[in-house]
């Protein structure tokens, strides 16, 4: 009755086995060609990070019996977007080589509002408190693991410029973007100085409402810039 929270992401690839196995089998063949990443997604325990794992070992030793070429060091990682693993992300993190917020999901499963649901829709805000403390939490941990460990963010919020102060200040350094929105994001993190972001950042997270902190977030685009990309026209 609610796919949301039903048979999807990596449930569905450790129900259905053979083709995760095919899907995996795929993806490091196409590392011999180039650079490619593995990413899971809809992570909720580190049990499904670890047998998804134990999948891509025995992916790794199939094409080695096959004779078949593949990246053996490929990187794996998972997507960041229930509120189980971003509470546990210190835990994913020791089991993983990067993580990708999924500020989507993230969102309507913090706020438990299903983002296509018009009578609700209205509810459902990346720039909640809540979310928002995930999130930074995420990154946090992510930053202080090192050793090669990367974070990044995709979904809506990303291509929000009202949002990048407070993620650069966050500590984030990749944003996945749509095409259009790619040059005005990228022209909003080349303009503003680390200090001023975790300055804005800062303040941010001390406000109690999502709408006091979008406000915000807003006003504290520099004019120029805001002017010069037309920003918040509307």
């Known amino acids: 009755a609610n796919p949301c929270l039903g048979v999807r992401g990596i449930r569905n690839c450790l129900q259905e086995q053979s083709l995760f196995m095919t899907q995996l089998r795929a993806i490091l063949r196409a590392g011999a060609h180039g650079r490619a990443l593995i990413m899971y997604p809809m992570i909720a325990a580190l049990e499904e990070v670890r047998a998804a794992n134990r999948l891509l070992a025995l992916a790794m030793e199939s094409l080695r019996t096959d004779g078949l070429a593949f990246d053996a060091a490929m990187k794996s990682g998972i997507m960041v977007e229930t509120p189980s693993a971003a509470i546990t992300a210190d835990l994913l993190i020791q089991e993983t080589d990067f993580f990708s917020i999924g500020s989507n999901d993230l969102t ?32 946090d941990v992510a930053n202080r693991a090192g050793e090669g460990k990367s974070v990044g963010l995709c979904g809506e919020m990303a291509a929000d410029p009202a949002a990048t102060l407070l993620l650069l200040g966050m500590g984030l350094t990749e944003f996945s973007v749509n095409p259009p929105a790619l040059l005005r994001i990228k022209r909003m993190i080349t303009s503003v100085s680390k200090a001023y972001a975790e300055e804005v950042t800062t303040r941010a997270l001390q406000l109690p409402t999502a709408a006091e902190v979008y406000t915000f977030l807003q006003a504290a685009v520099p004019t120029k810039l805001r002017q010069e990309l037309q920003l918040f026209d509307d």
């Open 108 to 139: 309507q499963y913090t706020l438990a509002v299903d983002r296509m649901n018009e009578k609700i829709s209205s509810l459902y805000c990346p720039f909640h408190p809540g979310v928002l403390r995930l999130i930074r939490s995420v990154i």
